[in-house]
């Protein structure tokens, strides 16, 4: 797990750089899923970063699109763009827009109205049932975004299918654009709803290295019905005055705040 703790620290710091640098905004939202795209990206999804198109590759679907950020900085950092690229974030007519874009390499699906990344993973699951192909496909979703109907919709499809290649990875920081989630519309109990959709779910501390990759696992060897994993994250994570701060959906670091950021993450602000 060592080297998923180093990507993550990385993903961190650079995805700070990046919102930093274009005066940007959902870094809370992108700090809270590092740890779990570090262990997806350090080994646990199949993804050769060489061969970005492989049609046997795992597929991993960013549904909460504004954080996207995070995703480009572990495609940074396992070798798939550059630095050049990276540092295009934001400005005109670059492909790493404010919201993920299927034009950048390595990314599945251009998301930002939330809800649609489900349905598409299911539509894509059911295609490679039909293939007989094997690949997964793992999405991953704000808890705000659970909100959304279609999501729900999607889980009926999956669990009547029995689309066992699909893995809902729920971003649970309790914290959406304004506010708590369950102040603005209350998910629990998000287990048992999930379970009455026909999901195998599990519950896991989504900063928590091991625990993740043995959850990601247990995902693996589900048969016959598609699998939720309730990741518990904290919006912010690793930025102690960005940490459970509703703030940071939207605010971008200054310099300070960039250089303490960090400093607190272990990296040369240079």
Known sequence: MEHA????????????????AARASHIGGALSIADILAV????????????VDDPERDRLILSKGHACVAVYAALAEIGVLSRDEIASYGQD????????SHKVRGVEFSTGSLG?????????????????????????????????????????????????????I?????????????????????????????????????H?????????????????????????????KGVSFMENSVDWHYRSPDAQQLRQALAELGVQYA
């Open 40 to 51: 997806l990206y350090g080994g646990r999804l199949r993804f050769d970063p060489a061969k």
């Open 208 to 236: 928590d290295h091991q625990a993740l990759d043995a959850a990601f696992a247990a995902a693996a060897a589900v048969r016959g019905q598609p699998t939720a994993l309730i990741a518990r994250t904290v919006k912010g």
């Open 5 to 20: 703790i180093a990507l993550a620290r990385e993903i961190r710091a650079t995805a700070l750089r990046m919102v930093h």
């Open 93 to 100: 007519f670059s492909p790493l827009m404010n919201h993920i």
């Open 116 to 168: 649609h990344g489900l349905p598409f993973a299911v539509g894509k699951a059911m295609a490679a049932k039909l293939r007989r192909q094997h690949w997964k496909n793992y999405v991953l979703l704000g808890d705000g975004e659970m909100d959304e109907g279609s999501n729900w919709e999607a889980l009926m499809f999956a669990a009547h299918h029995g689309l066992d290649n699909v893995v809902a």
């Open 170 to 206: 729920i971003d649970r920081n309790n914290l959406q654009s304004l506010t708590t989630v369950e102040a603005t519309l209350a998910l629990e109990p998000l287990d048992r709803k999930l379970e009455a959709f026909g999901c195998r779910v599990f519950d896991v501390d989504g």
